[in-house]
C-alpha cells in the first residue's frame, strides 16, 4: 500500500498563487501515475491532473494553462502549481496514487484551497 500527505492549500485572493504537495511512502514499485483531484460542496469528485511514471500529464480543461503537474522521484512527491486561481478552484483537493491498470492505490487526507473574489 502507499501512504500519501497532502500540504500547501490555504486561503487565496483571485488571480493569486498556491503550491500543493504530495508525499508519498510505502510500496512505490507499485505507483504508476498519481493524480490530483478535487472536490468542492455538493459536487463529485474530480481529476484535476495526472502525471504518470514516464511523466505524462493531462488536465482538466478547466485548468489547462493555469495549473501545473510535477513530480520529484527523489523526494517521492509530487506537487501541483497553480497560478491565476479563481474561486470556483475552491475545493479540498486530494491526491492518489495508481498501480497499472488503474487501481487505486491510496488517497491522501486532503487539503483545503480556498479562493475569495
Known amino acids: 500500500q502507499v501512504q500519501l500527505v497532502e500540504s500547501g492549500g490555504g486561503l487565496v485572493q483571485a488571480g493569486g498563487s498556491l503550491r500543493l504537495s504530495c508525499v508519498a511512502s510505502?510500496?512505490?514499485?507499485?505507483?504508476?501515475?498519481m493524480g490530483w483531484y478535487r472536490q468542492a460542496p455538493g459536487k463529485q469528485r474530480e481529476l484535476v491532473a495526472r502525471?504518470?511514471?514516464?511523466?505524462?500529464?493531462n488536465y482538466a480543461d478547466s485548468v489547462k494553462g493555469r495549473f501545473t503537474i510535477s513530480r520529484d522521484s527523489a523526494k517521492n512527491t509530487m506537487y501541483l502549481q497553480m497560478n491565476s486561481l479563481k474561486p470556483e478552484d475552491t475545493a479540498v483537493y486530494y491526491c492518489?496514487?495508481?498501480?497499472?491498470?488503474?487501481?487505486?492505490?491510496?488517497w491522501g487526507q486532503g487539503t483545503q484551497v480556498t479562493v475569495s473574489s
Open positions: 492518489n496514487a495508481e498501480a497499472p491498470g488503474g487501481r487505486v492505490l491510496g
Open positions: 510505502g510500496t512505490f514499485f507499485s505507483i504508476n501515475a
Open positions: 502525471i504518470t511514471r514516464g511523466l505524462s500529464t
